[in-house]
């Protein structure tokens, strides 16, 4: 079992930025493909940003060029920077770990094992 604990989220205004860091159990991290989620209120969850085992990373198109996804194998973790913040980028955020490094499709939520609790990003405009 992977516990997945998400950090770093808060209230900020529009063209601001924040640092999400989402902590992983186990011994296995640096073989997981590892996905940042959000919800936002009234809609459904959708992705925003993943990256695989070799570090190959992906992005909504809506927060390319803004977002950047990455991770530290020696400590677990993987991070979600977020600049140029914007109202519609207000959700919970959730962390997501993919057991499975042989995924080929990483921006649906369907892979993903493991979740964590979410995070709350709100975006004042």
């Known amino acids: 079992q992977v516990q997945l604990v998400e950090s770093g989220g808060g209230l900020v205004q529009a063209g601001g930025s924040l640092r999400l860091s989402c902590a992983a159990s186990?011994?296995?991290?640096?073989?997981?493909?590892m996905g940042w989620f959000r919800r936002a209120p009234g809609k459904e969850r959708e992705f925003v940003a993943a990256?695989?085992?070799?570090?190959?990373?992906y992005y909504k198109d809506s927060v390319k060029g803004r977002f950047t996804i990455s991770r530290d194998n020696a400590k677990n973790t993987v991070y979600l920077q977020m600049n140029s913040l914007k109202s519609e980028d207000t959700a919970v955020y959730y962390c997501?770990?993919?057991?499975?490094?042989?995924?080929?499709?990483?921006?649906?939520?369907?892979?993903?094992?493991?979740w964590g609790q979410g995070t709350q990003v709100t975006v004042s405009s």
């Open positions: 990256i695989n085992w070799s570090g190959f990373t």
């Open positions: 997501a770990a993919d057991a499975d490094a042989s995924t080929l499709v990483l921006t649906i939520s369907s892979p993903y094992d493991y």
């Open positions: 186990g011994r296995a991290f640096s073989r997981y493909a």
